[in-house]
């Protein structure tokens, strides 16, 4: 069974940086890209970034120039380092593959707040 479990969110000051991780199990790692999701509450989940698969590298505009995504296939672990963050990227972080299956981890928050 696929499961995804996220980590690394926290408080941060505005300008600050965190690194989220993402444990992957239960599917076939190196055959799918993998992408970040974020989540603030009454809205859709809305994609963040990609790596691997026919995308490529991409990432939303908003968090172009400060977030980093990257994976270790061997670890299965996909990472997004987020750096100058701003209080519009509060919000609970997910990954999932790409294109996303319909299981979800429990996500880790983010707070951008002096």
């Known amino acids: 069974q696929v499961q995804f479990v996220e980590s690394g969110g926290g408080l941060v000051q505005p300008g600050g940086s965190l690194r989220l991780s993402c444990q992957v199990s239960?599917?076939?790692?190196?055959?799918?890209?993998m992408s970040w999701f974020r989540q603030t509450p009454g809205n859709p989940r809305d994609w963040v970034a990609s790596i691997g698969g026919s995308a490529g590298i991409s990432y939303v505009d908003s968090v172009k120039g400060r977030f980093f995504i990257s994976r270790d296939n061997a670890e299965k672990m996909v990472y997004l380092q987020m750096n100058n963050l701003k209080p519009e990227d509060t919000a609970l972080y997910y990954c999932?593959?790409?294109?996303?299956?319909?299981?979800w981890g429990q996500g880790t928050q983010v707070t951008v707040s002096s």
């Open positions: 239960g599917l076939d790692f190196n055959r799918f890209g």
């Open positions: 999932n593959r790409l294109p996303p299956v319909g299981v």
